[in-house]
């Protein structure tokens, strides 16, 4: 068979076994040791034909390309509508955290929204949605309980208004925890708001990272509201920043002992801002969150052989793989790391739009105002899968799509330009999410697909 047939791969080896990711197809699979250095020695132009029995086993991957083309997935190309705003109620904030990219909650101007503007951006959202007929709005700030009355409002007029409309509204709010009490939960109860609390860990953790303007920790005020909330809301995500080498394993065991189903986990991105971004770059170390990688691929493993449902769906409300074992198993590709500047923005408390919420402040990155109706975003619309080099020739691509566009921005200076280490982490999850696949027989893979572990492989015709 003749190179020019066989698609891009991408070949690594994992505890003594070989294994191939299909690039473009986003499919994975296990070769022998002589099938892999046959395909390492194609790959590095020292072979450019293939023998023949090796062909059954790539026909196996799809690795052979003839009418691979038919069974690519349709991709959304826009248009694209704005459904989905991070809408700053207060630019200041009870806390200082010392890693914060909103300069304190303040993002260099501060303020408060007032309330024809939150009304104005309520309907700017409902135009610029079109023919989509949910839109969802997130409360962000500085702290957003701080702005609890015009909070309440703006729910109370986005309800209103899209029952005139004939659409649907969700929220959401991103929240210290600081300020909640009972009316508060009372109220995202009924609302049915998804929660997202800021919470580093251990309180000696969180209290360095997260104090009061007085230099006091917010652990011991924070935590028992949290548990309160969590009586009636056990979903309430728990979302944890780390700076340095925190052990990320520590600070997942410290939310789980407070109670948390559902944790997420990111390391602290420099800020735009200036303040305190070197310390942070320079301090990002990645070999914690490898080995809580490593180790969460043997447990994904372990619970499926056990046959342990119970254990495996509270696993992937914590994981770091569940997303590239989910892309893996339903050929999935993904063109944006996220939907910043193309479904989703942020809006400041003067009414300013940028391309997401933690972009607030940043002249650079406003692409209109809630006054207008022009967006000008032509540049974050192109996919950094093709127009960033280094992306456009990793094997990840598609799974990782290019980074965060801020920590982008912060590591790298350029919105496509994803730093080392989250390169790094985003191919070593995919690899640990294929060996995953590979290590699993096709009776586990049945197993996890009938208990819903992972959804099932969309309809083409879904779309
Ligand atoms: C800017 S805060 C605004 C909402 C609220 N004050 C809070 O802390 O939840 C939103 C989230 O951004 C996180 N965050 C702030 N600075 C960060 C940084 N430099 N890197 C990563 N996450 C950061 C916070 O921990 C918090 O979870
Ligand atoms: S509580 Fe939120 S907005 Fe306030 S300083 Fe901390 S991260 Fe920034
Ligand atoms: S650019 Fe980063 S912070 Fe902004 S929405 Fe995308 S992933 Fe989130």
Known sequence: M??????????????????????????TGTVDARTSEALAMMASDQET????????????????????????????????????????????????????YGDGGEYGTGGSMEEKTAFQAVDWLIE???????????????????NFPLMKAVVEYAEKKVREMG?????????????????????????????????????????AQRPYANGKGSYDSIVPKIKKLLEVMPDTLGHAVTVGNTDPQLV??????????KISLRQASPSLFNRDSDKIKSKRDISGLLNVLEQEAETWIHLTQSRDRQALETLKDKSDLFNGITALLQNSRIYHACSAGLGMVGVSAA??????????????YKIGSIFEHELNRGKYLISPTTSNEKCAACFAKYYCAGGCKHDNVGSCGSFTTPSEEICHLRCRELELAASIIGRLDPVD??????????????????F
């Open 2 to 27: 003749n190179k020019n047939n066989i698609m891009p791969f991408h070949l690594f080896h994992h505890q003594g076994q070989h294994y191939v990711i299909n690039i473009e197809k986003m499919s």
């Open 49 to 100: 034909l293939l023998p023949s029995d090796i062909e059954e086993n790539l026909k196996k991957l799809g690795l052979v390309s003839e009418g691979w083309q038919n069974s690519q997935r349709l991709v959304k190309k826009g248009p694209y509508s704005i459904v989905n705003m991070a809408l700053l109620l207060t630019q200041s904030c009870n806390l200082k955290c010392v890693y914060c």
């Open 128 to 146: 610029q949605s079109g023919k989509m007929k949910k839109i969802h709005l997130g409360f962000f700030g500085g702290e957003p309980f701080l």
């Open 167 to 207: 659409k649907e509204v969700g929220f959401s709010a991103t929240t210290n925890g600081t300020l909640l009490d009972d009316e508060k939960i009372a109220f995202i109860k009924k609302h049915q708001f998804d929660i997202g609390i800021s919470i580093d860990g251990p309180r000696a953790v969180h209290d």
């Open 252 to 261: 997942k065991d410290a939310l789980i002992e407070i109670g948390f189903k």
């Open 351 to 364: 009414g300013d739009v940028y391309l997401c919420h933690r972009f607030v402040g940043m002249d650079n």
């Open 445 to 462: 893979h049945a197993f996890l697909l009938e208990n819903q572990i992972f959804p099932p492989k969309p309809c083409l015709l879904d």
